[in-house]
């Protein structure tokens, strides 16, 4: 008797401690908000030109008779990055919902159907002030939300011993008969995407309906639109009215394929086997494109995808025989 099992899952994670590098030398970027960009990238005398010696000022800063004036506002101006790495302080939450549905192997066929849910965060930098601060707040990793595999074995019921041929010649059974068929398939939601600036956005940036299109790169799609505000550091004139914020929620392309595989058991004699098999990777040969681009300061491919995933391939055959004794 044949039946369908279920199985259901919920695991929630809260890991602390994550490792982060931190910059130990870096200026208050207060500065580049109240301050016009013209006059912190001004020259000025440098108060450290040929001061004290090398050994006791360090720094190619003593060398030079004028420096910006950004230079000059770092906690240690004779230094470049100081850099603090494997340091603790991020924290990372996971919530993972399953659902599995599996038929075991009976009468030829089985199956297994499984979904997950998953919603992960960790502990980032909003942006630059936030970095100086040590002010952490929890955003979304890029992994996906939604999952869905299956995978599937039928043994095609012709040929000696199954339902249709049972009494074929042996000529006819080794032809048709005895051939089994399995096939499995993913499908993932599309990644999140994460923005490196933070930028103003007029309305909504996502397109409903994304269009496909070629151009320098291939076959293109535009999955939102360019934000019509700026991005942050932009500020010419001093003023700090205005919030950058980040853009709302986006994913990139989904992502699904399928491998398929036929075998069979050619039986010689009683001692010996002939064991063919046909595997076809990502057999329908479905493109799985990369994440748009995302930088703001490439507005030629900013909400485009010009170019697929790596890790997944076109269609790729592969034939193997084994002989049993």
Do not use: C
Request: no cysteine; aromatic share 14%; charged share 20%.
């Amino acid at each position: 008797m044949s039946r369908i099992v279920l199985d259901v899952q919920y695991f929630f994670n809260r890991g602390y401690n994550l490792p982060y590098t931190v910059d130990l030398n870096m200026a208050d970027p207060a500065f580049r908000y109240e301050q016009p960009r013209a006059t912190l990238s001004a020259n000025v005398p440098n108060p450290f030109f040929r001061y004290l010696t090398p050994d006791k000022f360090p720094g190619a800063l003593r060398n030079s008779s004028t420096v910006t004036l950004a230079t000059l506002l770092r906690p240690y101006p004779q230094y470049g990055a100081i850099n603090q790495t494997n340091t603790a302080g991020r924290k990372l939450r996971l919530h993972s919902f399953e659902l599995e549905a599996q038929r075991p192997f009976a009468n030829g066929l089985s199956f297994l159907v499984a979904y997950a849910y998953n919603s992960e965060q960790t502990t980032e930098f909003f942006d630059d002030r936030a970095t100086f601060l040590r002010r952490f707040e929890w955003r979304d990793t890029v992994n996906p939300r939604h999952r869905i595999t299956n995978a599937l074995t039928w043994e095609i019921p012709i040929g000696r011993g199954r339902r249709l041929l049972n009494g074929a010649p042996k000529p006819v059974d080794l032809a048709v008969g005895g051939w089994q068929f399995t096939t499995s398939s993913r499908f993932y939601s599309g990644r999140i995407l994460q923005f490196s600036q933070s930028l103003l956005v007029d309305g909504n940036p996502k397109l409903d309906n994304p269009a496909k299109g070629s151009g320098t790169h291939g076959s293109m799609v535009r999955y939102h639109e360019v934000p019509s505000g700026a991005g942050a550091g932009d500020n010419e004139s001093g003023d700090t009215s205005h919030e950058f914020v980040d853009l709302p929620r986006l994913v990139g392309p989904r992502v699904w394929q399928t491998d398929m595989a036929m075998s069979k058991s050619f039986r010689i004699t009683e001692r010996f086997r002939l064991e063919g098999r046909l595997e076809a990777y990502n057999a329908f040969n479905h493109i799985n494109w990369d994440n748009p681009g995302v930088d703001f300061n490439t507005p030629s491919t900013f909400g485009r995808v010009t170019r697929k995933r790596t890790e997944y391939t076109g269609r790729e055959l592969q034939y193997g025989l084994r002989f049993v004794f």
